[in-house]
């Protein structure tokens, strides 16, 4: 049987949805295209030997944070 | 980029503050740092994904990616109850494909060979952005706007890679270890993908304290806007370590634009905002398995926006094939939320 919280938590991922899909509509305003928002700094960021390193290190302590939860999950588990 | 980051991020800092005036209680869990850690990177991988390996295979690679993360976390590692596990993988498998094959059909290439009718370069260019901005991702357009500005066009290359079965030097140029600049790409997309899908796990974790539900958009947004801030500092540091001076470092920031994109940006912010307490309810009470996945139909609202608003899906059977795969999506959803299995209060 659905209780009254699944049907908010479906409402709340419509709105979700619709809000998340229609987010960046402002922005496309004639305001906003006429201007290149952040021009070629970020690529040159992005682009760079420097940052490439600093993405490389983020992966690996994303990585590292993963198999810090799967670790501490497993321990939990096997705790109990 | 990170302008628009920024914005966004700071418009949810701002409003998060508003569920204290729904009774809930303020609680801060380090969790949400976490959070932040899954979702700025997540996005800009995503657009470092765009720039290398093109806007329709990143797409479609991170939307089908985020459906799956999200099922992987909420069945097989939180067990989260479904009807069946088959069955909920089925219905998995619409939504990805259906994603999949909603991102390839709006994609740029499509759209000029269905609706060639106006030939011109600039016009291409335009409804490319306008893709972009109907994907929902503004980074999108943003990669766009500075491909057209940048004389290393390598967006517009690493697209070309896709249609065309010669690639270019550039793009197999190794530029990271063994990976060209597709690869990466691809990789980046993986990332974000990844990332973006196990954006609310750390809610999971922070169940213990009253830091669930409604009162995770605090840590989220604390932990969010923190994650930006490090990323300015980083950004700033970059420039300094580059021309050699803080002052000169300082200006060479990115301008916020605040009298021009302003206004709208602080709109797209509120509107993300609203989209981000729904979602983080939503996985609050469908969990991390159907509530997530389900959001990520906004793929579907998006391209509802480019069909009927902005008119650039054209094309009788490009249209068409959009709208089979979004049967598809729509299919993948209603599966989905047969499977679930409501909590007994």
């Known amino acids: 049987m659905t209780t009254l919280g699944t049907l908010y938590g479906y409402a709340a991922s419509i709105v979700a949805c619709v809000a998340f899909g229609s987010f960046a509509v402002p922005i496309k305003s004639e305001a906003a295209r006429r201007i290149d928002v952040d021009p070629l700094g970020t690529s040159n960021c992005l682009q760079s030997f420097v940052f490439r390193r600093i993405l490389f290190v983020l992966w690996k302590v994303s990585h590292s944070l993963y198999c810090i939860v799967a670790l501490l999950r497993s321990l939990f588990v096997g705790a109990l | ?345």
């Open chain 2, 1 to 345: 980029m990170i302008v628009l980051q920024t914005y966004k991020i700071g418009i949810c800092f701002i409003t998060s503050w508003l569920v204290l005036a729904f009774g809930v209680p303020f609680t801060f869990t380090p969790w949400g740092f976490v959070s932040g850690l899954f979702m700025v990177p997540g996005g800009t991988a995503g657009y470092f994904a765009v720039r290398n390996a093109g806007l329709a295979v990143s797409q479609g690679i991170w939307s089908s990616l985020k459906v799956l993360v999200a099922f992987g976390w909420g069945i097989f590692v939180f067990q989260e109850p479904v009807r069946s596990k088959f069955g909920t993988g089925v219905a998995v498998a619409f939504m990805m494909a259906g994603l999949a094959g909603m991102s390839y059909f709006a994609a740029p290439s499509r759209k000029q060979e269905e609706g060639n009718d106006d030939d011109d370069d600039e016009h291409d260019v335009e409804r490319e952005d306008n893709f972009a901005m109907t994907a929902g991702e503004p980074l999108l357009s943003m990669a766009r706007s500075m491909t057209r500005n940048d004389s290393l066009s390598t967006l517009s290359d690493a697209e070309s890679l896709f249609t065309s079965p010669q690639p270019s030097n550039q793009e197999e140029e190794v530029v990271l270890g063994c990976l060209n600049h597709f690869q990466l790409g691809v990789l980046g997309a993986i990332i974000d993908g990844a990332y973006g899908g196990s954006v609310f796990v750390p809610m999971h974790y922070a169940r213990s304290t009253d830091t669930q539900g409604l009162a995770f958009v605090l840590s989220f947004a604390i932990g969010c806007s923190t994650v930006v801030s490090v990323i300015w500092v980083l950004r700033f540091l970059f420039y300094v370590q580059r021309t050699q001076s803080f002052s000169e470092g300082f200006q060479s920031l990115p301008s916020f634009h605040i009298t021009t994109i302003g206004p709208s940006a602080v709109l797209a912010g509120l509107i993300w905002s609203v989209g981000n307490v729904s979602a983080i309810f939503s996985v609050a009470r469908l969990g991390q398995g159907v509530g997530y996945s389900i959001v990520q139909s906004q793929l579907l609202v998006a391209g509802l926006w480019g069909v009927f608003y902005y008119r650039e899906i054209r094309g009788r059977r490009v249209v068409t094939s959009w709208f089979l795969f979004a049967c598809v999506t729509v299919m993948g959803i209603l599966l989905l939320s047969l499977e679930h299995v409501p909590e007994i209060a």
